[in-house]
């Protein structure tokens, strides 16, 4: 019984950074702005519309674009990632999920939101 329990341990040990890896992603995402966008959110449109990237790395995630979007994210369940920033006026949550593979932002002042879907 002891060796069944050691072989069992050991299997795990060997199979537990290769189901870490596997979770590893990396998505490119293109957000729009909702329709019914204020023209304080559209203002904002430029910054949103540029390519997003997120990553999840070792169990580390983090969304990047062009123009100084650079913040870490925390996992909020399995394969959906959140986080809270400020870019200007804006006070944004943002949330990545990889089971849907869509990206959101929205703001919690003016009602603006940004999404995108990647195929």
Known sequence: MVHGARA?????????????TAQDASVEFRLAGA????????????????LHTFTVKGGDA????????????????????ETDYR???????????L???TLTVTDRNLGCKWTAKKD
């Open 62 to 81: 983090q969304l990047t674009a062009p123009g100084g979007i650079n913040t870490h994210m925390k996992l909020a369940k399995p394969g959906v990632y």
């Open 8 to 20: 069992a341990v050991l299997a795990l040990a060997v199979l537990l950074p290769r189901v870490a």
């Open 35 to 50: 329709p019914g966008n204020v023209t304080g959110c559209i203002g904002a449109d430029p910054q949103f519309t540029r």
């Open 99 to 101: 089971n849907a593979r």
């Open 87 to 97: 870019m200007g006026q804006l006070n944004l949550h943002v949330v990545a999920d």
